[in-house]
């Protein structure tokens, strides 16, 4: 048998939702009112950081699994954040509260504030149809 190659490893995915998030909230603040595009962007932030919160343990469980609590302890907390903040931020746009909603994606932005995004990216608009998605979780 042969070996079984993950190229879509939870560290890829994590750096691929944490520059889609610098992305939208770098949008978000650019938008003027409370539209539809502002929801999908908002939306879209809280579901990403809900998805790096759940690739945590994936993460660490190869940690674990050799002994390295320590390193795997300090690497949950470093990304205890993100699972907090999409709740709040869940809450925040479901109530329709703009003010919390800027508030909390301003904290995912300083959180971020490492990961570089260049204005030619690859990204697109990862943010389209991310409200319907909040509704329906």
Same mark, same amino acid.
């Given at each position: ?14 750096? /691929? ?5 610098? @992305? ?8 003027? +009112?409370? +539209?539809? =595009?502002?929801?999908? $962007? *908002? !939306?879209?932030?809280? &579901?990403? &950081? /809900? ?20 390193? !795997? ?10 699972? =907090? $903040?999409?709740?709040?931020? /869940? &809450? ?11 508030? @909390?994606? !301003?904290?995912? !932005?300083?959180? &971020? ?14 943010? *389209? ?9």
């Amino acid at each position: 048998m042969s070996r079984i190659i993950n190229l879509e490893s939870a560290g890829k995915e994590r750096t /691929r939702l944490t520059r889609a998030i610098v @992305l939208a909230v770098r949008e978000l603040a650019r938008q003027n +009112g409370t +539209g539809a =595009e502002s929801r999908d $962007l *908002a !939306a879209y932030i809280a &579901l990403s &950081l /809900r998805a790096i919160a759940d690739t945590i343990d994936v993460s660490v469980a190869a940690w674990e699994k050799r002994g390295y609590w320590v390193k !795997a302890d300090r690497f949950r907390m470093d990304w205890l954040w993100a699972g =907090e $903040l999409a709740e709040k931020l /869940r &809450l925040a746009l479901l109530s329709e509260d703009w003010g919390t909603v800027a508030a @909390l994606a !301003a904290r995912s !932005a300083q959180k &971020l504030n490492k990961v570089s995004v260049g204005e030619n990216n690859r990204l697109g608009k990862p943010w *389209a149809g991310a409200w319907q998605e909040l509704q329906r979780r």
